[in-house]
T-cell receptor, first 115, second 115 residues
Framework: DQQVKQNSPSLSVQEGRISILNCDYT??????FLWYKKYPAEGPTFLIS?????DKNEDGRFTVFLNKSAKHLSLHIVPSQPGDSAVYFC??????????????FGKGTKLSVKP | DADVTQTPRNRITKTGKRIMLECSQT?????MYWYRQDPGLGLRLIYY???????NKGEISDGYSVSRQAQAKFSLSLESAIPNQTALYFC??????????????FGPGTRLTVL
């Protein structure tokens, strides 16, 4: 049973426009959410995170929104740049729910930003 | 210098061979993890260790073993490699202290091919 779902395997966006990557989760014990970016031939790199006590976190061009009632989070990239082209993984953890803070990853969304 | 290093970066081996993948970190983190990535399946946890004396199985531990030789070193072994263990393998670390204890930092990965 997939606890973290990224239903869009790929997304194509024009440079300068907004990229919106979506993630859904099923485990109500998740209380910390992260986005990772992965380029080919490299390991995933941490991008931005949000705690369940917040509904929004911003870091430069990147904003993560959390809707706990819908068990949904999204990553907004504004404006999108060609260098943002990568695979983006959503991850979640339940610090107090028995998983000891281990991360559960979605399958990833490949973002392509076209010049 | 990279904080999390993995050796080798690429390995081709034959069915039945014993393979060891190594991970070293200079971040001073207590927790270390091994994941594999398969196309379309995201990152799946193989084993994790919260300190030198603590080893835990992850989601897909069958066919793998690990050794935590020191705080900074965590190795993954395939006792008898089989073709469906062909994948990208990532090591990761996280800190036991601080406000973001669940944020993991990944190595560059090892591409393993089992013929």
């Amino acid at each position: 049973d997939q606890q973290v779902k990224q239903n869009s395997p790929s997304l194509s966006v024009q440079e300068g426009r907004i990229s919106i990557l979506n993630c859904d989760y099923t485990n109500s014990m998740f209380d910390y959410f992260l986005w990772y970016k992965k380029y080919p031939a490299e390991g995933p790199t941490f991008l931005i995170s949000i705690s369940s006590i917040k509904d929004k976190n911003e870091d430069g061009r990147f904003t993560v929104f959390l809707n706990k009632s819908a068990k949904h989070l999204s990553l907004h990239i504004v404006p999108s740049q060609p260098g943002d082209s990568a695979v983006y993984f959503c991850a979640a953890s339940a610090r107090y729910g028995g998983s000891q803070g281990n991360l559960i990853f979605g399958k990833g969304t490949k973002l392509s930003v076209k010049p | 210098d990279a904080d999390v290093t993995q050796t080798p970066r690429n390995r081709i081996t034959k069915t039945g061979k014993r393979i060891m993948l190594e991970c070293s970190q200079t971040k001073g983190h207590d927790r270390m993890y091994w994941y594999r990535q398969d196309p379309g399946l995201g990152l799946r946890l193989i084993y994790y260790s919260f300190d030198v004396k603590d080893i835990n199985k992850g989601e897909i531990s069958d066919g793998y073993s690990v050794s935590r030789q020191a705080q900074a070193k965590f190795s993954l072994s395939l006792e008898s490699a089989i073709p469906n263990q062909t994948a990208l393998y990532f090591c990761a670390t996280s800190d036991l202290t601080g406000s973001h204890t669940d944020t993991q930092y990944f190595g560059p990965g090892t591409r393993l091919t089992v013929l």
